[in-house]
Nanobody
Framework: VQLVEFGGGLVQAGGCLRL?????????????IAWYKQPPGKRRDHLAV???????NYADAVKGRFTISRDNARRMVYLQMNSLKPQDTAVYYC???????????WGQGTQVTVSS
């Protein structure tokens, strides 16, 4: 059972990227899914979350710039990242959010680098 994140890359400030996350077959539509961000040398933190109802929530730093969405039929979760800033540089991960922490083993993440 593994999560697979992809779509990262190198982009200039002000640019955009769309991250994708492949969820394992065991993922249910009612699972809450989150994107996490881990900047260099820092801990991994919650960034955006989407509930099974479709309700979303975001960290203050990305509100209005990032959009999380999901396609339950494809077991995919996306993170549209607009107006990127150098401080968005990090490895990005997705996972099931149980409310008490991640529900699955972490994937390899996808690197996002934003140049100024």
């Amino acid at each position: 059972v593994q999560l697979v994140e992809f779509g990262g890359g190198l982009v200039q400030a002000g640019g955009c990227l769309r991250l994708s996350c492949e969820l394992p077959d065991s993922t249910l539509p009612e699972h809450t899914i989150a994107w996490y961000k881990q900047p260099p040398g820092k801990r991994r933190d919650h960034l955006a979350v989407i509930a099974g109802t479709g309700r979303t929530n975001y960290a203050d730093a990305v509100k209005g710039r990032f959009t999380i969405s999901r396609d339950n039929a494809r077991r995919m979760v996306y993170l549209q990242m607009n107006s990127l800033k150098p401080q968005d540089t990090a490895v990005y991960y997705c996972n099931i959010d149980t409310g008490m922490g991640p529900g699955l083993r972490w994937g390899q993440g996808t690197q996002v680098t934003v140049s100024s």
